[in-house]
């Protein structure tokens, strides 16, 4: 297929997991490297050169010395809690009460849901973000406004309408059959259509009542290329209220599982206080665990050990957690992920981070096909990054002898100025 555009910088990809085989060996580098697009997907990527013979009517756009990648997928958010980002002072449970529930009660007006869903992606792509799996509230607008949003910038976006029917407010709280009937509704509308996919998605245990994990269980049976998104063992409080609530339980991923919330493409938010037996269950049900390493220190949950999950064989995703999270920037998650992977003693390499960024959420969201990497007949989703964004980086990057260090300054120091542009499908938007 002839290229319609031919996109010239420094271009990484990686050939196998950086957790798999020695980083160097993992990574693809061209210094002067391309990437060919037609009609929205990656058609080839290779050495400016050769690409431009082969593609000799494209156009060409040229960033110079900027490094492209995958655009960046995080693998965790909430879009509705954007404006309550960095909001002082609580940890999990009232810093919900306080901050998140009242918040989200806004999105009964589909208005102002719309108003936010729109912040947020553009949020997102003027950080490189390309792809996202958010939570909504339990509102079905809210729903509708992300994908509608989404659909309006052409990105691949999983969601899912946010269920509880216990613990939280009463404007928040609906029914085990409310929950099923919802989601339904909201799968047969969205999921699939374009490249909006659905996740069925249960807040969390102490919100969701065993009737109504049943029910979302017996959706995602009757529905199961959907995702499942929910969050599990993020504060050691959490986990003693969930115990309490469920004596019969072996642990806490044992309340998902005698629901039929346990399986391929299982996202588990956190998963930072793990007994042995749900590291083991979790591999082998083939779930993903993500990393939300700014939300993990800025509620204070604890120190997520990525290096012990992948030994383990468990997929790992990263994520902001938006607004738990303290940052839209995945180039601040994976310098908070370095940071915490230290405290556990791995210090992950900045092929490892930038890898979870990309095709390691791709793959928790089961969507590795369509992004997360630059293979042919991907979308083409790209970021672009200036190696020397602020003068604080370009002075540590100068000194670089090799590609890793050129990269790891601004992966540590980075932020959204760093984003020379991002691209959806395609299509460069911002800047
Ligand atoms: N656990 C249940 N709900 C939430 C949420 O909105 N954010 C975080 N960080 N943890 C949760
Ligand atoms: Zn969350």
Redesign the pocket.
Known sequence: MQAETLILGQVLTFAESPFDVPPDEAARHERAGAVAVGEGRIVAVGPADRLRAAHPAATVVDHGDALILPGFVDAHA?YP?TAIIASWGKR?ID??ETY?FPEEARFADPNYARAQAETWLDLLIAHGTTSVAS?CTIHLASVDALFEAAEARGMGVTAGRTCMDRNAPAPLRDTAQAAHDDSAALIARWHGRGRARYAITP??T??SSPEQLEALGALWAANPDCAMQT?LS?QRE?VAWVAELHPEARDYLDTYEAHGLLGPGAMF??AIWLTDRERARLAEAGASVVH?PT?NTF?G?GLFDCARAMRGRIGVGLAT?T???SSFSMLRTMAAAYEIGQLSGTALHPAQLLWLATEGSARAMRREVEIGTLAPGSAADLVVLDLGSTPAIAQRAARAETLWESVFPTLMMGDDRAVAATWIAGRMLGK
Do not use: V
């Open positions: 909430h809690q999990l810093w919900l998140t939570f807040r969390f102490p919100t969050h993020e959490e938010g956190h939300c939300s509620i949950s957690d607004g738990g999270g």
